[in-house]
């Protein structure tokens, strides 16, 4: 294949799997925002030290890989040596970041989904406290998408500071998204099916949930650490085939500048030839003019000088 053929390949290549590591990046930055900056999930109020440094990890990942791309697109384009060997070497610092980032979700998912379940504890206990308070529309949005009342069942509500001071025997008062379907109350976030439980204070609910969320909650935990783990193995495996792709156009892009040196240095040397005088051309050698053997005579003003055609010794 002819090196100019070969670098042309090269650089479509290594465009296109940049274009398509630039799409993956715009993902794992939205997964990291969506860790740190979302109030619409669980995850907002989860106090764990190991999900924040992943999300904040995939973040700053996120904004390093848009100025890495965009070297990457100019030092292909412009077959640029210096950009390629600074973009081999982002590469390679973004790899180790990225198996590190993915390391710690893995080896960190039983310990968060250990502090998720401790915060869905403390949201069953306080619910009720604050109106209107993020970690009750956190909890009733689970209850009601996983069909699923309190942790491990429908009786940890007992453990609710108000229904503690009903003094209750059983689960008879629950919040209404603990119900398939009901008819809240106006001022009130709880329901019940019994009948002298009535209005205002409760809503009526029927058909109320009995199984617990802990298996939704694992279940969705784990949905989305395998999306996020799925999407750091793309990128690695991405980040691969970028360096594979960025040493080979390095190796051509040298060769080329070896070749365009070698033809300077070649035009050097035909132009210095062109430009030497014409005398030089017989350098070296002495030019005497030819003569016939009677052509010899003697110079009648200068009798001493006698031009003839034989050898001087």
């Known amino acids: 294949m002819k090196l100019d053929v070969k670098i042309q390949l090269l650089k479509f290549c290594a465009q296109l799997v940049n274009a398509i590591f630039l799409v993956l990046d715009l993902n794992v ?50 077959e640029n040596r210096f950009l390629l060997l600074m973009y081999l070497v982002f590469l390679i610092v973004l790899l180790l970041g990225q198996l590190f980032v993915t390391l710690l979700l893995l080896i960190s998912k039983e310990k968060i989904g250990g ?12 619910y009720g406290g604050k109106r209107n308070s993020q ?62 439980y009535t209005p205002p204070l409760y809503g009526r609910g029927n058909s109320s949930y009995e199984q617990g969320c802990k298996e939704k909650l694992s279940d969705w935990l784990q949905e989305n650490a395998l999306t996020i783990v799925g999407m750091g193995v793309g990128l690695v495996l991405i980040q691969a085939l970028q360096c594979v792709l960025v040493v080979s156009l ?29 005398g030089d051309l017989d350098y070296g050698e002495q030019n ?26």
Request: net charge negative; hydrophobic share 40%; charged share 20%.
């Open 29 to 78: 930055a939205g997964c990291a925002v969506w860790i740190l900056f979302s109030r619409g999930n669980l995850l907002a109020v989860l106090p764990s030290e190991e999900l924040q440094t992943v999300g904040a990890g995939l973040l700053l990942i996120g904004g390093v890989v848009m100025v890495v791309g965009v070297i990457g697109c100019v030092g292909a384009d412009r």
């Open 115 to 126: 502090s998720l379940d401790a915060t869905v504890e403390q949201m069953v206990r306080e």
């Open 135 to 196: 970690a009750d529309r956190l909890m009733d949005s689970v209850q009601k998408s996983g069909a699923c009342c309190g942790l491990a069942g429908s009786a940890d509500w007992l453990e609710n500071s108000y229904i503690q001071r009903l003094n209750l025997s059983g689960p008879d008062v629950l919040p209404c998204s603990c119900f398939s379907s009901y008819r809240p109350a106006v001022n009130s976030s709880w329901c019940s099916e019994l009948l002298h």
């Open 250 to 278: 390095f190796r051509a892009a040298g060769q080329t500048a070896a070749l365009k040196r070698a033809d300077r240095l070649a035009d050097g040397d035909h132009a210095h030839l062109d430009q030497a005088p014409e």
């Open 288 to 313: 005497y003019g030819y003569e016939g053997p009677d052509d010899a005579y003697t110079d009648p003003a200068r009798p001493a000088c006698r031009h003839d055609n034989q050898n001087h010794s």
